[in-house]
């Protein structure tokens, strides 16, 4: 239920080319191209039960759920504002049967998230505490930097969702791919996707998909490139951005 206490911003931002709609705070986070490629990469059946571990405003949940209409999303974050604006994101797009939030810690997930899910998707923190100066505004601290909570934390709270043979999907900062795959201990099948800028540069951001338990190799795919020389997207990507296609990792 969304407090009553918390007010939902009128104005709305967009996703995958005006098929999602997204009200966020308006002086916090923003979401980014990163949310998208998440949901893209999210390869799931029907009757699948995915989780968005650290759902913010429900922008990676609602074009997952867009693309799979059969699947169930549920979202977990701890944050307030972002479930209230979660929850309003969910009814305005005519997805609140399916998608569904919940209030919660990864230090501390409550026991409804507990091995029943086949599928975690999470776009946890890029910056180690610690590492960089945060910013003074407590929501966008809390999306841009880690806390108490490590990467490693996040890993394990997914792990705890997952059932046997579960998939967790992330993306991270490329420059933290040996953090995350230290993280992934108990996890194979991991398939890591470069993301580049641009085709000349390095990647700034990588996808890895992972099976809990599996015994197959690491597997670092073909880069992906998001824009052209002219700053324009690539063909692939404006599939991905604007017309909703997913993203196959392998």
Not at 39 to 52: K, M, N, P, S, Y
Not at 57 to 85: I, M, N, T, Y
Not at 173 to 198: E, M, S
Request: aromatic residues 4%.
């Amino acid at each position: 239920m969304i407090p009553a206490t918390i007010a939902i911003d009128a104005a709305t931002d967009t996703l995958l080319g005006g098929r999602v709609k997204v009200a966020q705070p308006a002086d916090g986070y923003r979401v980014a191209v990163d949310a998208v490629l998440l949901a893209a990469a999210i390869d799931a059946g029907a009757g699948e039960r995915v989780l968005d571990l650290g759902c913010g405003v429900g922008s990676v949940s609602l074009c997952l759920a867009w693309r799979r209409p059969e699947v169930r999303v549920v979202g977990l974050d701890r944050d307030p504002v972002f479930l209230a604006h979660a929850t309003a994101n969910a009814k305005a797009n005519g997805m609140d049967a399916r998608v569904t939030f919940l209030e919660g810690d990864v230090l501390d997930a409550p026991n409804a998230i507990r091995a029943g899910f086949d599928q975690v998707m999470l776009n946890p923190p890029y910056l180690k505490a610690g590492s960089a100066t945060v910013s003074a505004h407590p929501l966008k601290a809390a999306a841009t930097a880690e806390g108490a909570a490590t990467l490693g934390d996040w890993v394990a709270c997914a792990r705890a969702a997952l059932k046997p043979d579960g998939i967790v999907t992330m993306i991270h900062r490329a420059d933290r791919l040996g953090d995350c795959l230290a993280a992934l201990h108990g996890f194979g099948g991991i398939v890591v996707l470069p993301i580049h800028p641009k085709a000349d540069r390095p990647a700034k951001r990588i996808l890895i998909r992972a099976r809990l338990g599996s015994g197959e190799p690491l597997a670092i795919l073909p880069g992906f490139t998001l824009h052209q020389a002219d700053g324009r997207f690539t063909a692939a990507a404006d599939a991905i951005l604007r017309d909703g296609l997913p993203l196959a990792l392998g």
